[in-house]
């Protein structure tokens, strides 16, 4: 198993130790899909918007992180102030799997001719499943391992606001208010191997599209996350809608990542992305790893009185 003891040193160490940093799973097609990590985001596209994304990083890496995420998110009605949404993301590391779900909730006010204010809550639950036997355990013996974690559920409770007018969005978000510890009830409660702790992730995102003429826009965008006991996350990106058809752009993580990306808008509904990243830290120069790959389908059901004349960029 290639470099299986890199996950088991990474997965000892969160677990021998009380953990401040647990961050949320992360997205560098972010862009097409706000909602999973901005609930006021929902209905913000005028139509029921359905989106399916899998992410593999680091791949050629045993145990590496592997997500899934799915989101449907609509309006309730023509021009109505009120969006509503459901996420779904499973993502996985080595022996840790953890699912959670929310229901979206969006109201909108108009604060200029184009412009939109929109606030938005999440409300939902995880579910932490941690399989011990995926371990090459140093001492087989470790009763902190005996048992597996099954099912451990933790309250969800997301927050966030959203703006945008014709050319310009800005948003900042909170996907989960709470700070849960996990804890093996095979454990002592007071036992340090036992307690895991899910801090408090910030999301902001702002970006502006540039008309150049009908058939090029540019669209720069930036998201930056912040989570306490871990470096600040900035991701910059620059995408190009070529034709109202093709996607292609360029993102960098700041010293972390390198990024493509591509997309097709096959028809009026339906679009198709796909972003490789490749790591600018050593992990970069290991030959296990192969980089990371983000595949995803979007696919939105448009009425007659609102059909989109051209694809919404943001």
Known sequence: MKNISFIVLLFLLVNTFNIFAQQDPQYTQYIYNPVVINPAYAGNRGVLSVTGLHRSQWVGLDGAPTTQSFSVHTPVQEGGKVGLGLSVV???????????????????????????????????????????????????????????????????????????????????????????????????????????????????????????????????????????????????????????KFHAGLAYRWSAALSGLIGFQATDSVLIGLSYDRETTDLGNQVFNDGSFEVFLRFELFKKFDRMLTPRFF
């Open 90 to 244: 499973n993502d996985a590391l080595g022996p840790q799997n953890e699912t959670y779900a929310g229901v979206d909730f969006s109201y909108t006010i108009e604060t200029s001719y184009s412009g939109r204010l929109s606030f938005g809550l999440k409300g939902g639950g995880r579910l932490l499943n941690v399989d011990f036997t995926q371990l090459n355990l140093l001492d087989p013996t470790d009763i902190n391992f005996a048992q597996n974690i099954d099912n451990n559920f933790s309250p969800l409770i997301g927050a966030g606001i959203y703006y945008h007018n014709t050319n310009f969005y800005a948003g900042l978000s909170v996907p989960n208010l709470l700070e849960t510890n996990h804890f093996d009830d095979n454990n002592e409660p007071n036992s340090a191997s036992s307690l895991a702790e899910e801090n408090i992730n910030y999301y902001g995102i702002v970006g502006y599209t540039f008309d150049i003429n009908e058939n090029l826009v540019f669209k720069p965008s930036t998201l930056v996350k912040a989570v306490a006991g871990a470096p600040l996350q900035v991701d910059f990106s620059a995408n190009f809608l070529i034709n109202h």
